[in-house]
């Protein structure tokens, strides 16, 4: 079994850093998460699915702490994510406690779909997403 979900895992992330996420990247209503690459430090923007609530995004990563985006929250938790075409800043907290697949059902049913098809680890994430001049904005005066 544990060689059948490497061989998933692997066919997968190379489609999509390959195929699928350089063509969504391009598409301009693509919701899209901007992290902070753990070691060159450069922006790195990854194609997914979530949905905002409030002051929330929600999104369900497929592989877990597998995923490279994963990897990069965990090092810095500062995000930007897309939506509609406009970016939002916020910080993102990994919640390994939430029940991913009822997560799931709130979410988007094309994107929950392909998660729960080709997922092997799934994992809750929450963005916090700031309101300019808040505590969490670090444009905001700290006076």
């Known amino acids: ?3 059948h979900t490497d061989l998933r895992f692997r066919a997968t ?3 999509q850093r390959h ?8 598409m301009p209503f693509q919701i899209l998460l901007e992290t902070t690459g753990r070691v060159s430090g450069l922006p790195r923007r990854t194609p997914l699915g979530g949905r ?3 002051d929330v995004f929600w999104l ?5 702490e597998r995923s490279q985006y994963v990897r990069n929250i965990q090092a810095d938790p500062r ?3 897309r939506l509609r075409g406009r970016w939002h800043e916020g910080t993102a907290y990994l919640l390994p406690d939430d029940d991913p697949l009822a997560r799931l059902r709130t979410l988007p049913r094309g994107n929950s779909a392909a998660v729960r098809l080709v997922g092997t680890g799934l994992l809750t994430v929450r963005v916090d997403l ?3 001049g808040t505590a969490g904005d670090p444009t905001a005066d700290s006076a």
């Open 1 to 3: 079994m544990a060689r």
């Open 13 to 15: 992330t190379a489609l």
């Open 19 to 26: 195929v699928v996420n350089p063509l969504a990247r391009r």
């Open 52 to 54: 905002r609530v409030g």
């Open 60 to 64: 369900v990563s497929e592989f877990g």
């Open 79 to 81: 995000v930007r994510v």
């Open 130 to 132: 700031w309101r300019r």
